[in-house]
């Protein structure tokens, strides 16, 4: 079975510093797609970045863009110039292409930014 | 509108009570599915359905049901809710491609 894991519970970043939020995932397929949720304390699940395994290209989204390394499963999340409004649950999510698409998560990384 | 709505946003249940969670969506969309956020365990799938006729389990299915009424109604029940299935429930829609749509929640408390 696939699995995510975001190894940081909680991070925390000042105002206008860049924070890297990690994750890595196990796979034995071949074409997949990777997500990166922001949970707000509205509670709202909002999409962040998505990135499909068969492009090479890293994916960004103005500030937040991540480093996507296929061979070591790996798929963090780098946010630059962090605002205060950045501070949320973060989830990294899996799904295989084809099939159910059962999004699959981590368990979350909360960002604190202090100001 | 949203284009996923969950009713209720909030609910408090006593332990034993049946409860329903209702989805309602306006994407098209045929996959839906119902998701348990639980502090430090992320998400997890309850149960998904890709149409009226296709309903499975996910992950952690014991203590719930589904009813998929129509294209664009999905629902959760808990026959016999107990405190541990104390959570914020999502309900999400799919329309290929894998993009996703989430509702805003539903946060449960049984006591």
């Known amino acids: 079975a696939q699995t995510v894991t975001q190894s940081q519970p909680e991070m925390s970043v000042q105002e206008a510093e860049t924070v890297t939020l990690s994750c890595t995932y196990d796979?034995?397929?071949?074409?997949?797609?990777l997500f990166w949720y922001k949970q707000p304390p509205s509670r709202q699940m909002i999409l962040v970045i998505r990135?499909?395994?068969?492009?090479?290209q890293n994916a960004t989204e103005n500030r937040f863009s991540v480093n996507f390394q296929k061979a070591a499963k790996s798929f963090s999340l780098k946010i630059s110039d962090s605002q205060l409004g950045d501070a949320a649950m973060y989830f990294c999510?899996?799904?295989?292409?084809?099939?159910?698409?059962?999004?699959?998560f981590g368990k979350g990384t909360k960002l604190t930014v202090n100001p | 509108d949203a284009d996923v709505t969950q009713t209720p946003r909030n609910r408090i249940t006593k332990t034993g009570k049946r409860i329903m969670l209702e989805c309602s969506q306006t994407?098209?969309?045929?996959?839906m599915y119902w998701y348990r956020q639980d502090p430090g365990l992320g998400l997890r799938l309850i149960y998904y359905?890709?149409?009226?006729?296709?309903?499975n389990k996910g992950e952690i299915s014991d203590g719930y049901s589904v009813s998929r009424q129509a294209q664009a109604k999905f629902s959760l029940s808990l026959e016999s809710a107990i405190p541990n299935q104390t959570a914020l429930y999502f309900c999400?829609?799919?329309?290929?491609?894998?993009?996703?749509?989430f509702g805003s929640g539903t946060r449960l408390t049984v006591v």
């Open positions: 999400a829609t799919s329309g290929g491609r894998n993009r996703y749509t």
């Open positions: 796979t034995s397929e071949s074409d997949y797609y």
């Open positions: 990135q499909e395994a068969y492009k090479q």
């Open positions: 999510a899996y799904v295989a292409q084809g099939g159910s698409e059962k999004l699959v």
């Open positions: 994407k098209g969309h045929d996959r």
């Open positions: 359905s890709f149409d009226v006729k296709d309903i």
